[in-house]
């Protein structure tokens, strides 16, 4: 985790330890598997062990053809920013009293 965490694609998902460690496993799906073979000084155990924890959340690495940003569009926590941000529409009641104004 701690890995994950330090590497440059964490900070595209969070700006803080907290936000980061809430996204690891988007985090993890924005490196492909020569990536982290390096990051993990090339330990293919690990590799697996990431890949299966990845395939238990029903993700995948990123493939070496696609693209970065591509993939962050699909993540988690871009949707839900997405969600969080939108600004929730009030409508006000009518009053059956009051006669729109007109416009001049």
């Known amino acids: ?23 690891i496993v988007d985090i993890a799906t924005l490196h492909t598997r020569d990536e982290l073979l390096r990051r993990f000084g090339g330990n293919r ?12 959340h029903g993700r995948r690495l990123r493939r070496p053809a696609e693209s970065i940003d591509i993939v962050m569009c699909g993540l988690e926590f871009r949707k839900r920013r997405i969600r969080r941000s939108r600004p929730v529409a009030r409508r006000r009641p009518l009053d059956p009293k009051v006669a729109p104004q007109e416009r001049g």
């Not at 985790?1 to 996204?23: I, K």
């Not at 155990?45 to 238990?56: A, P």
Request: hydrophobic content about 45%; proline content about 0%; glycine content about 6%.
């Open 45 to 56: 155990v690990l590799l697996r062990q990431v890949e299966k924890w990845l395939g238990f």
């Open 1 to 23: 985790m701690n890995m994950l965490v330090s590497s440059d694609h964490a900070r595209l998902v969070g700006r803080t330890l907290t936000e980061q460690r809430d996204y």
